[in-house]
Protein backbone atom coordinates (compact mmCIF):
# COMPACT_ATOMS: atom_id res chain seq x y z
CA UNK A 1 0.00 0.00 0.00
CA UNK A 2 3.11 2.26 0.89
CA UNK A 3 4.34 1.63 -2.57
CA UNK A 4 1.35 2.74 -4.26
CA UNK A 5 0.77 5.42 -2.32
CA UNK A 6 4.54 6.63 -3.31
CA UNK A 7 3.42 6.25 -6.69
CA UNK A 8 0.56 7.95 -6.62
CA UNK A 9 2.56 11.14 -4.96
CA UNK A 10 5.33 10.73 -7.51
CA UNK A 11 3.01 10.92 -10.50
CA UNK A 12 0.86 13.97 -9.10
CA UNK A 13 4.06 15.69 -8.26
CA UNK A 14 5.36 14.89 -11.99
CA UNK A 15 1.95 16.61 -13.27
CA UNK A 16 2.16 18.98 -11.27
CA UNK A 17 5.76 19.84 -12.29
CA UNK A 18 4.45 19.54 -16.10
CA UNK A 19 1.67 22.20 -15.97
CA UNK A 20 3.91 24.52 -13.78
CA UNK A 21 6.44 24.47 -16.68
CA UNK A 22 3.33 24.97 -19.30
CA UNK A 23 2.08 28.07 -17.64
CA UNK A 24 5.81 29.48 -17.11
CA UNK A 25 5.80 28.96 -21.11
CA UNK A 26 2.97 30.48 -22.10
CA UNK A 27 3.84 34.54 -21.45
CA UNK A 28 0.65 35.48 -23.58
CA UNK A 29 0.05 38.76 -21.95
CA UNK A 30 -3.70 39.02 -22.92
CA UNK A 31 -6.04 36.51 -24.05
CA UNK A 32 -9.44 37.41 -26.03
CA UNK A 33 -8.93 41.06 -26.60
CA UNK A 34 -11.87 42.48 -28.73
CA UNK A 35 -11.33 45.58 -30.78
CA UNK A 36 -12.06 47.33 -34.05
CA UNK A 37 -9.73 49.62 -35.91
CA UNK A 38 -8.46 50.41 -39.25
CA UNK A 39 -6.15 48.47 -41.47
CA UNK A 40 -3.26 50.59 -43.07
CA UNK A 41 -0.33 49.34 -44.46
CA UNK A 42 -1.41 46.04 -44.01
CA UNK A 43 -1.12 46.26 -40.36
CA UNK A 44 -4.04 46.57 -37.68
CA UNK A 45 -4.46 49.83 -36.17
CA UNK A 46 -7.30 49.92 -33.45
CA UNK A 47 -9.58 52.61 -32.04
CA UNK A 48 -7.84 53.16 -28.75
CA UNK A 49 -4.49 53.51 -31.42
CA UNK A 50 -2.49 50.53 -30.50
CA UNK A 51 -1.14 48.47 -33.47
CA UNK A 52 -1.10 45.07 -33.86
CA UNK A 53 0.90 43.01 -36.28
CA UNK A 54 -0.57 39.18 -36.94
CA UNK A 55 2.47 36.93 -35.78
CA UNK A 56 0.10 33.64 -36.10
CA UNK A 57 -3.46 33.04 -37.71
CA UNK A 58 -6.26 30.74 -36.54
CA UNK A 59 -9.47 31.81 -38.58
CA UNK A 60 -10.02 32.55 -41.82
CA UNK A 61 -10.14 36.09 -44.04
CA UNK A 62 -7.03 38.56 -45.11
CA UNK A 63 -6.36 41.43 -43.06
CA UNK A 64 -4.52 43.19 -45.79
CA UNK A 65 -7.43 43.14 -48.08
CA UNK A 66 -9.69 44.94 -46.01
CA UNK A 67 -9.48 48.97 -44.85
CA UNK A 68 -11.59 48.55 -41.48
CA UNK A 69 -12.25 45.64 -39.63
CA UNK A 70 -13.80 43.83 -36.01
CA UNK A 71 -11.34 41.34 -34.79
CA UNK A 72 -10.81 38.57 -31.85
CA UNK A 73 -6.99 38.12 -30.94
CA UNK A 74 -4.61 37.05 -28.01
CA UNK A 75 -1.99 39.26 -27.77
CA UNK A 76 1.64 37.47 -27.55
CA UNK A 77 4.12 40.27 -26.76
CA UNK A 78 5.26 44.30 -27.42
CA UNK A 79 7.37 44.30 -30.79
CA UNK A 80 10.30 44.86 -29.98
CA UNK A 81 11.37 48.36 -30.51
CA UNK A 82 8.04 50.08 -30.75
CA UNK A 83 5.87 51.84 -29.04
CA UNK A 84 2.19 50.91 -28.61
CA UNK A 85 2.55 48.27 -30.92
CA UNK A 86 2.28 44.35 -30.17
CA UNK A 87 2.40 40.93 -32.33
CA UNK A 88 -0.94 38.98 -31.81
CA UNK A 89 -2.75 35.34 -32.68
CA UNK A 90 -5.63 36.57 -34.89
CA UNK A 91 -8.15 33.78 -33.83
CA UNK A 92 -11.79 35.52 -35.23
CA UNK A 93 -12.15 38.18 -38.15
CA UNK A 94 -14.41 40.29 -40.01
CA UNK A 95 -14.36 43.13 -42.51
CA UNK A 96 -15.94 46.04 -41.82
CA UNK A 97 -18.22 48.60 -44.42
CA UNK A 98 -17.38 52.44 -44.10
CA UNK A 99 -19.53 54.79 -45.47
CA UNK A 100 -19.96 58.76 -45.26
CA UNK A 101 -23.16 59.68 -43.47
CA UNK A 102 -25.98 61.21 -46.18
CA UNK A 103 -27.72 64.97 -45.80
CA UNK A 104 -31.52 64.63 -45.86
CA UNK A 105 -30.75 66.69 -49.31
CA UNK A 106 -28.57 63.48 -50.76
CA UNK A 107 -30.99 60.97 -49.43
CA UNK A 108 -33.91 62.67 -50.64
CA UNK A 109 -33.88 60.89 -54.37
CA UNK A 110 -32.33 57.62 -55.94
CA UNK A 111 -31.33 54.40 -54.39
CA UNK A 112 -30.56 56.12 -51.25
CA UNK A 113 -34.45 57.29 -50.80
CA UNK A 114 -36.02 53.82 -50.14
CA UNK A 115 -36.65 52.63 -46.51
CA UNK A 116 -37.26 48.68 -46.19
CA UNK A 117 -36.70 47.74 -42.52
CA UNK A 118 -33.66 47.11 -40.99
CA UNK A 119 -32.77 45.88 -37.51
CA UNK A 120 -29.48 47.79 -35.52
CA UNK A 121 -28.54 45.24 -33.34
CA UNK A 122 -26.32 47.10 -31.51
CA UNK A 123 -24.08 50.45 -32.06
CA UNK A 124 -21.17 52.13 -30.57
CA UNK A 125 -18.77 55.22 -30.85
CA UNK A 126 -15.37 54.83 -31.12
CA UNK A 127 -12.27 56.13 -33.53
CA UNK A 128 -14.36 59.03 -35.06
CA UNK A 129 -16.74 56.44 -36.12
CA UNK A 130 -20.64 55.07 -35.11
CA UNK A 131 -20.43 51.63 -35.54
CA UNK A 132 -22.86 48.80 -36.24
CA UNK A 133 -23.85 45.81 -36.56
CA UNK A 134 -26.71 45.63 -38.74
CA UNK A 135 -29.37 42.86 -39.73
CA UNK A 136 -31.58 42.54 -42.88
CA UNK A 137 -33.69 39.71 -44.39
CA UNK A 138 -32.58 38.19 -47.91
CA UNK A 139 -32.92 35.32 -49.95
CA UNK A 140 -30.09 33.50 -49.21
CA UNK A 141 -30.25 31.56 -52.87
CA UNK A 142 -29.63 34.83 -54.44
CA UNK A 143 -26.42 37.52 -54.46
CA UNK A 144 -28.39 40.57 -54.13
CA UNK A 145 -26.04 43.55 -52.90
CA UNK A 146 -28.39 45.68 -50.04
CA UNK A 147 -27.64 49.15 -49.60
CA UNK A 148 -27.21 50.63 -46.49
CA UNK A 149 -26.69 54.87 -45.45
CA UNK A 150 -26.66 56.57 -42.51
CA UNK A 151 -28.91 59.86 -42.86
CA UNK A 152 -28.11 62.80 -40.66
CA UNK A 153 -30.11 66.26 -40.00
CA UNK A 154 -30.95 68.30 -37.09
CA UNK A 155 -33.81 68.43 -35.21
CA UNK A 156 -35.79 71.63 -33.59
CA UNK A 157 -34.08 71.28 -30.30
CA UNK A 158 -30.84 70.77 -31.68
CA UNK A 159 -30.30 67.20 -31.62
CA UNK A 160 -28.36 64.94 -33.85
CA UNK A 161 -30.82 62.94 -35.83
CA UNK A 162 -29.48 59.38 -37.35
CA UNK A 163 -31.73 57.65 -39.55
CA UNK A 164 -30.06 54.00 -40.80
CA UNK A 165 -31.61 53.30 -44.57
CA UNK A 166 -31.99 50.33 -46.17
CA UNK A 167 -32.57 49.46 -49.56
CA UNK A 168 -32.79 45.56 -50.27
CA UNK A 169 -33.76 46.18 -54.34
CA UNK A 170 -36.75 43.65 -53.44
CA UNK A 171 -35.10 41.53 -51.67
CA UNK A 172 -37.54 41.77 -49.14
CA UNK A 173 -38.86 39.26 -46.83
CA UNK A 174 -40.97 36.56 -47.96
CA UNK A 175 -42.69 34.27 -45.16
CA UNK A 176 -43.37 31.85 -48.48
CA UNK A 177 -40.01 31.46 -49.42
CA UNK A 178 -37.73 28.90 -47.63
CA UNK A 179 -34.57 30.38 -48.50
CA UNK A 180 -35.14 33.57 -46.58
CA UNK A 181 -32.81 34.16 -43.88
CA UNK A 182 -31.49 36.71 -41.56
CA UNK A 183 -27.94 38.45 -42.89
CA UNK A 184 -25.28 40.86 -40.76
CA UNK A 185 -22.61 42.76 -41.16
CA UNK A 186 -20.44 45.53 -39.50
CA UNK A 187 -21.13 49.11 -40.44
CA UNK A 188 -18.79 52.59 -39.88
CA UNK A 189 -20.12 55.65 -40.07
CA UNK A 190 -17.16 58.56 -39.41
CA UNK A 191 -19.43 61.04 -37.58
CA UNK A 192 -16.99 63.75 -36.50
CA UNK A 193 -18.01 66.15 -39.43
CA UNK A 194 -21.71 65.30 -38.98
CA UNK A 195 -21.32 66.21 -34.73
CA UNK A 196 -19.53 69.48 -34.02
CA UNK A 197 -20.25 69.79 -30.80
CA UNK A 198 -18.12 68.63 -27.76
CA UNK A 199 -21.42 66.81 -26.49
CA UNK A 200 -24.75 66.80 -27.67
CA UNK A 201 -28.28 64.57 -27.55
CA UNK A 202 -28.04 62.05 -30.05
CA UNK A 203 -31.15 60.35 -31.48
CA UNK A 204 -30.80 56.78 -33.92
CA UNK A 205 -33.40 55.77 -35.89
CA UNK A 206 -34.49 52.76 -38.13
CA UNK A 207 -37.00 50.92 -39.51
CA UNK A 208 -37.80 47.37 -38.87
CA UNK A 209 -40.86 44.76 -37.62
CA UNK A 210 -43.03 45.13 -34.73
CA UNK A 211 -41.90 42.41 -32.29
CA UNK A 212 -43.52 39.91 -29.79
CA UNK A 213 -40.50 37.59 -28.01
CA UNK A 214 -38.78 36.12 -30.34
CA UNK A 215 -40.85 36.06 -32.91
CA UNK A 216 -41.72 39.22 -35.41
CA UNK A 217 -44.77 40.32 -37.61
CA UNK A 218 -45.13 41.93 -41.07
CA UNK A 219 -46.07 45.30 -39.74
CA UNK A 220 -43.52 47.77 -40.01
CA UNK A 221 -42.62 50.24 -36.96
CA UNK A 222 -39.92 53.04 -36.48
CA UNK A 223 -38.26 52.13 -33.73
CA UNK A 224 -35.39 55.11 -32.11
CA UNK A 225 -32.90 55.09 -29.17
CA UNK A 226 -31.45 58.70 -27.70
CA UNK A 227 -27.96 59.23 -25.66
CA UNK A 228 -25.51 61.40 -24.91
CA UNK A 229 -22.63 61.63 -26.96
CA UNK A 230 -19.13 63.17 -25.80
CA UNK A 231 -16.24 63.43 -28.39
CA UNK A 232 -13.73 62.49 -25.94
CA UNK A 233 -15.63 59.69 -24.96
CA UNK A 234 -15.08 55.41 -26.42
CA UNK A 235 -17.42 52.50 -25.89
CA UNK A 236 -15.54 49.68 -26.13
CA UNK A 237 -16.39 47.11 -28.56
CA UNK A 238 -19.29 44.34 -28.04
CA UNK A 239 -17.36 41.24 -26.05
CA UNK A 240 -19.41 39.05 -28.71
CA UNK A 241 -18.09 39.06 -32.40
CA UNK A 242 -21.43 38.49 -34.39
CA UNK A 243 -20.99 36.56 -37.61
CA UNK A 244 -24.35 35.53 -38.71
CA UNK A 245 -25.14 34.53 -42.05
CA UNK A 246 -22.89 37.39 -43.34
CA UNK A 247 -24.56 39.38 -45.52
CA UNK A 248 -22.80 41.54 -47.87
CA UNK A 249 -24.09 45.20 -48.12
CA UNK A 250 -22.80 48.60 -50.18
Not at 15 to 44: E, H, P, R, W
Not at 64 to 70: F, L, W
Not at 179 to 200: C, Q, R
Amino acid sequence: MKNKVRQIISIATVIVALCAASCQKDDTLYYGNFTMGNVVDGKFVSDQGNTFNVVEQLCSGQLDTMKRAIMVCDVLKETEGKENEYDIRLTQLSSVLTKTPLTLEEAAEGDAAVKNPVLIDRFWYSGGYINMYVVVPFDSSKKVKHLINLVHSVAEDGSIVLELRHNAFSDLRDDTNSNMTLGGAYVSFPILDVIKKDSTKVIVKWLWYETAGMAYSSVEKEYSVEYNWKRDGFEQVPQTLTLRSPKELQ
